[in-house]
C-alpha cells in the first residue's frame, strides 16, 4: 500500500462507534481491504462521489520483465549481437500480465530498484538456476522511467548465447527472476594474430624452415577475446591468377596457390584454435588477406533470426547491428619458404641415328627432348618454381655400366629452357667425338638428375640410374637416402655410341669388266678399328666421293650399307688407266 507491498487476506473487522452520542454494536467488515476512511458526521452526496473517485497510489499490477534492443517491442523485442570489450546497451522493460509495458510500475515519488544480469543462454535452465556470466548490476526505476530503462554493460568475454535476467521483488514481498525472452552473442571483436612456425619476415628464396608444398604444416589463430571456443575456417578459394583468391604469393609469383586445412576447436582457455594439417600448393611464401580466416556460426543465435548482419563489420548500422562474421582484420605475416615436393620426367623422346647405335658427332634421328616438372605433394605443378625461387640444377648422367667415367658435356645440348612456370626442359642432338678414338660404349645409359641446393630433400621420383655405378637401389618415390640408392631418371637404356669411321678399300680388274671398289663402315673397338655390322643407315651420294679424274667414268654408289658394306660401281671403261677416289 502507498508503494510498499503488503500481504491482503479475507478477515474480520469490527469498528465500536457512538452514533448521535448514542452507542452501537459496531459494524463487521468481512473481504480483502486495502483502506478504510471513518467520518465523524454525515457526509454529503459531493463527498461520497469524490471518494468514490479517490485512488491510493499503489501502482500497477507487475508480471514480470523483458530485456530487449533499444527500441524494441517490450514483450517480444530481439538482443542483437554485441562485441566483446564494448560496451552495449538494451532496455529493460516492466511487464504486465498482458506483456505489455507497464507504464505505472512506479507510483509518483517512489522508486524500484532491481539487479540486471547477463547468463547462461540455455533454455533448458530455469531462470533462476542459470550461471551468471556479465554483472550484476542494479538499475532503479522511477515513475518518469514508465516501466521502460536502458541499462549499460559491458562483457569482457566471448559468449555464444546469453540471456538478460533480471531479479526483483515482486508485489508479496518475494524474489522473482525473468530472464529474457530472446539470447544474443557476444563476439570477438577479430582474429588478433594467424601465425606459423614457418613464418618469415624477409621471405628471401634461399632462407629456412622450409616445407614441401602439399606438405602439412600448423597454422593457430587467436582471437580478440578471452572464452572464445567456436572453430575458425579458411576461405576457400581456387588457384587463380594473383591476387584473385585469399591467398597472395610473394612479389613476382606466377600464381596464387590453394590453401586448403583446417582448425580444431579453439580452447576457452585461451581463445587459440589450431590446425597441424594445413597444405599449400605452390613454391614461395603466402600471406593471407583480411578476413581469410573467420568465424561465421559463433553468433548463430542471431544470425538465424537476422539480429546481425551479413558481414564482418563492427560498427552499428542504423539498426545498432553489427556483423555475424570475424575475422583476421588485416593481412598476415609471410609464411613459408615453400619448396617443390619433388621433380618428375613429364616428357621424353629420342631415337638413335641408326637402330641400336649412333655415331659420336652423328646427329641422332630424333634429339633427346626432355621436360621436367617441379610439383607438389599432389602431383601438381609447382608454377612459381622459377626464377630464384628455382635453383634446381639439371645434369646429364652418362654409365657404360664398365665404371668408366664419360664426361657428361659429350652429351651436347642444343636447347636449354631453365625452369619456368615449374617446367624445365632441353634438348641434345649428339653425342660429340674426341680427337682420339675411344670408346665403344655399347651399353650407355644416359640419364638426367636434379639437385637443388636450397632444398636438399627435393628430389628426381622413379630414380633407376646411377652415375657411379652400374646397379643401385631404385627409388620410385624420390624420398630414399639409403646407400646405393639410384640418384638419376634413365632417360636411354643401353644404347651403342661409337668412334666410326669410313673405310674405302682398293680395287683393280679389267678394263672391259665392272669393277667394284669396297666401302666399309668401321668402328673402334677399343683396340682398332672393326667392321661395324650394325649399320644398315649410312648412305652414300655422288657428293661424298671426290674423283681425280673421270676419264674412266662416273660410279654409281650403292645408297645404303649393308651390315657395314657397300660399295662404288664403275662400268667397264674399255681402255686401261687409273683413278684415285676420296670419301668426304
Same mark, same amino acid.
Given at each position: 500500500?502507498?508503494?510498499?507491498?503488503?500481504?491482503?487476506?479475507?478477515?474480520? !473487522?469490527?469498528?465500536?462507534?457512538?452514533?448521535?452520542?448514542?452507542?452501537?454494536?459496531? /459494524?463487521?467488515?468481512?473481504?480483502?481491504?486495502?483502506?478504510?476512511?471513518?467520518?465523524?458526521?454525515?457526509?454529503?452526496?459531493?463527498?461520497?462521489?469524490?471518494?468514490?473517485?479517490?485512488?491510493?497510489?499503489?501502482?500497477?499490477?507487475?508480471?514480470?520483465?523483458?530485456?530487449?534492443?533499444?527500441?524494441?517491442?517490450?514483450?517480444?523485442?530481439?538482443?542483437?549481437?554485441?562485441?566483446?570489450?564494448?560496451?552495449?546497451?538494451?532496455?529493460?522493460?516492466?511487464?504486465?500480465?498482458?506483456?505489455?509495458?507497464?507504464?505505472?510500475?512506479?507510483?509518483?515519488?517512489?522508486?524500484?530498484?532491481?539487479?540486471?544480469?547477463?547468463?547462461?543462454?540455455?533454455?533448458? #535452465?530455469?531462470?533462476?538456476?542459470? +550461471?551468471?556470466? !556479465?554483472?550484476?548490476?542494479?538499475?532503479?526505476?522511477?515513475?518518469?522511467?514508465?516501466?521502460?530503462?536502458?541499462?549499460?554493460?559491458?562483457?569482457?568475454?566471448?559468449?555464444?548465447?546469453?540471456?538478460?535476467?533480471?531479479?526483483?521483488?515482486?508485489?508479496?514481498?518475494?524474489?522473482?527472476?525473468?530472464?529474457?525472452?530472446? *539470447?544474443?552473442? !557476444?563476439?570477438?571483436? %577479430? /582474429?588478433?594474430?594467424?601465425?606459423?612456425?614457418?613464418?618469415?619476415?624477409?621471405? #628471401?628464396?634461399?632462407?629456412?624452415?622450409?616445407?614441401? %608444398?602439399?606438405?602439412?604444416?600448423?597454422?593457430?589463430?587467436?582471437?580478440?577475446?578471452?572464452?572464445?571456443?567456436?572453430?575458425?575456417?579458411?576461405?576457400?578459394?581456387?588457384?587463380?591468377?594473383?591476387?584473385?583468391?585469399?591467398?597472395?604469393?610473394?612479389?613476382?609469383?606466377?600464381?596464387?596457390?590453394?590453401?586448403?586445412?583446417?582448425?580444431?576447436?579453439?580452447?576457452?582457455?585461451?581463445?587459440? +584454435?589450431?590446425?597441424?594439417?594445413?597444405?599449400?600448393?605452390?613454391?614461395?611464401?603466402?600471406?593471407?588477406?583480411?578476413?581469410?580466416?573467420?568465424?561465421?556460426?559463433?553468433?548463430?543465435?542471431?544470425?538465424?533470426?537476422?539480429?546481425?548482419?551479413?558481414? $564482418?563489420?563492427?560498427?552499428?548500422?542504423? =539498426?545498432?547491428?553489427?556483423?555475424?562474421? $570475424?575475422?583476421?582484420?588485416?593481412?598476415?605475416?609471410?609464411?613459408?619458404?615453400?619448396?617443390?615436393?619433388?621433380?618428375?620426367?613429364?616428357?621424353?623422346?629420342?631415337?638413335?641415328?641408326?637402330? &641400336?647405335?649412333?655415331?659420336?658427332?652423328?646427329?641422332?634421328?630424333?634429339?633427346?627432348?626432355?621436360?621436367?616438372? %617441379?610439383?607438389?605433394?599432389?602431383?601438381?605443378?609447382?608454377?612459381?618454381?622459377?626464377?630464384?625461387?628455382?635453383?634446381?640444377?639439371?645434369?646429364?648422367?652418362?654409365?657404360?655400366?664398365?665404371?668408366?667415367?664419360?664426361?657428361?658435356? @659429350?652429351?651436347?645440348?642444343?636447347?636449354?629452357?631453365?625452369?619456368?612456370?615449374?617446367?624445365?626442359?632441353?634438348? +641434345?642432338?649428339?653425342?660429340?667425338?674426341?680427337?682420339?678414338?675411344?670408346?665403344?660404349?655399347?651399353?650407355?645409359?644416359?640419364?638426367?638428375?636434379?639437385?637443388?641446393?636450397?632444398?636438399?630433400?627435393?628430389?628426381?621420383?622413379?630414380?633407376?640410374?646411377?652415375?657411379?655405378?652400374?646397379?643401385?637401389?631404385?627409388?620410385?618415390?624420390?624420398?630414399?637416402?639409403?646407400? *646405393?640408392?639410384?640418384?638419376?631418371? @634413365?632417360?636411354? =637404356?643401353?644404347?651403342?655410341?661409337?668412334?666410326?669411321?669410313?673405310?674405302?678399300?682398293?680395287?683393280? &680388274?679389267?678394263?672391259?669388266?665392272?669393277?667394284?671398289?669396297?666401302?666399309?663402315?668401321?668402328?673402334?673397338?677399343?683396340?682398332?678399328?672393326?667392321?661395324?655390322?650394325?649399320?644398315?643407315?649410312?648412305?652414300?651420294?655422288?657428293?661424298?666421293?671426290?674423283?681425280?679424274?673421270?676419264?674412266?667414268?662416273?660410279?654409281?654408289?650403292?645408297?645404303?650399307?649393308?651390315?657395314?658394306?657397300?660399295?662404288?660401281?664403275? %662400268?667397264?671403261?674399255?681402255?686401261?688407266?687409273?683413278?684415285?677416289?676420296?670419301?668426304?
Amino acid at each position: 500500500i502507498d508503494g510498499v507491498p503488503q500481504t491482503l487476506a479475507v478477515t474480520r !473487522v469490527n469498528i465500536n462507534a457512538t452514533v448521535n452520542n448514542t452507542a452501537t454494536d459496531g /459494524f463487521e467488515f468481512r473481504n480483502m481491504l486495502d483502506e478504510i476512511r471513518v467520518y465523524r458526521g454525515e457526509i454529503d452526496t459531493a463527498q461520497v462521489l469524490a471518494d468514490m473517485q479517490r485512488t491510493a497510489p499503489c501502482g500497477g499490477l507487475l508480471s514480470g520483465f523483458n530485456c530487449v534492443a533499444n527500441g524494441q517491442p517490450g514483450k517480444d523485442g530481439h538482443l542483437y549481437t554485441r562485441l566483446a570489450g564494448k560496451p552495449f546497451t538494451f532496455e529493460v522493460v516492466a511487464l504486465d500480465k498482458n506483456g505489455e509495458q507497464l507504464k505505472d510500475y512506479v507510483p509518483e515519488g517512489k522508486e524500484k530498484t532491481v539487479v540486471v544480469s547477463l547468463v547462461d543462454g540455455d533454455d533448458n #535452465l530455469d531462470c533462476a538456476s542459470r +550461471a551468471q556470466w !556479465v554483472g550484476p548490476g542494479s538499475l532503479k526505476f522511477i515513475q518518469g522511467d514508465q516501466g521502460r530503462k536502458r541499462v549499460e554493460m559491458t562483457s569482457a568475454k566471448a559468449y555464444r548465447h546469453l540471456k538478460c535476467r533480471v531479479t526483483y521483488t515482486d508485489d508479496l514481498n518475494k524474489a522473482q527472476h525473468a530472464c529474457s525472452t530472446d *539470447g544474443f552473442a !557476444v563476439r570477438p571483436t %577479430a /582474429f588478433s594474430s594467424v601465425i606459423s612456425k614457418t613464418a618469415n619476415a624477409a621471405g #628471401l628464396s634461399t632462407d629456412t624452415p622450409w616445407i614441401k %608444398a602439399g606438405q602439412a604444416f600448423s597454422l593457430t589463430a587467436e582471437a580478440h577475446a578471452p572464452n572464445y571456443s567456436g572453430t575458425p575456417i579458411i576461405q576457400q578459394a581456387p588457384p587463380l591468377p594473383a591476387p584473385q583468391t585469399n591467398t597472395r604469393a610473394h612479389v613476382g609469383a606466377e600464381a596464387n596457390g590453394l590453401l586448403t586445412g583446417s582448425f580444431s576447436a579453439s580452447d576457452p582457455k585461451n581463445s587459440t +584454435a589450431t590446425g597441424d594439417q594445413f597444405t599449400y600448393s605452390e613454391v614461395g611464401y603466402f600471406s593471407l588477406a583480411a578476413n581469410s580466416v573467420y568465424d561465421d556460426s559463433f553468433t548463430a543465435i542471431d544470425k538465424a533470426t537476422g539480429d546481425c548482419t551479413n558481414d $564482418f563489420s563492427n560498427e552499428f548500422n542504423a =539498426e545498432q547491428k553489427v556483423g555475424c562474421k $570475424f575475422g583476421n582484420d588485416q593481412e598476415t605475416p609471410r609464411f613459408g619458404r615453400f619448396v617443390p615436393d619433388h621433380f618428375v620426367l613429364v616428357e621424353k623422346d629420342w631415337e638413335a641415328a641408326c637402330g &641400336g647405335f649412333s655415331y659420336m658427332d652423328q646427329a641422332f634421328k630424333k634429339p633427346l627432348a626432355v621436360v621436367l616438372e %617441379a610439383q607438389n605433394a599432389a602431383g601438381a605443378r609447382t608454377q612459381n618454381y622459377q626464377g630464384s625461387y628455382a635453383t634446381g640444377k639439371v645434369e646429364e648422367v652418362l654409365n657404360n655400366q664398365d665404371g668408366k667415367k664419360i664426361e657428361t658435356a @659429350r652429351l651436347v645440348r642444343t636447347e636449354d629452357k631453365p625452369w619456368e612456370n615449374g617446367r624445365y626442359s632441353l634438348k +641434345a642432338s649428339h653425342f660429340s667425338r674426341l680427337s682420339s678414338p675411344d670408346g665403344p660404349f655399347d651399353a650407355l645409359d644416359i640419364g638426367l638428375t636434379v639437385n637443388d641446393p636450397n632444398a636438399l630433400k627435393t628430389r628426381l621420383q622413379k630414380r633407376n640410374m646411377s652415375a657411379e655405378s652400374a646397379a643401385c637401389t631404385e627409388d620410385m618415390s624420390g624420398l630414399s637416402e639409403a646407400p *646405393g640408392v639410384c640418384t638419376a631418371v @634413365r632417360l636411354v =637404356e643401353k644404347t651403342k655410341v661409337r668412334f666410326g669411321r669410313l673405310h674405302l678399300g682398293n680395287a683393280y &680388274g679389267s678394263e672391259r669388266l665392272p669393277l667394284k671398289v669396297p666401302v666399309s663402315a668401321q668402328y673402334w673397338n677399343g683396340n682398332a678399328f672393326i667392321l661395324n655390322k650394325d649399320d644398315y643407315c649410312t648412305a652414300l651420294a655422288a657428293a661424298n666421293i671426290a674423283l681425280s679424274t673421270t676419264e674412266l667414268g662416273v660410279p654409281t654408289i650403292s645408297p645404303l650399307l649393308s651390315g657395314g658394306r657397300g660399295s662404288i660401281n664403275f %662400268a667397264g671403261p674399255g681402255r686401261a688407266g687409273s683413278v684415285d677416289l676420296a670419301l668426304h
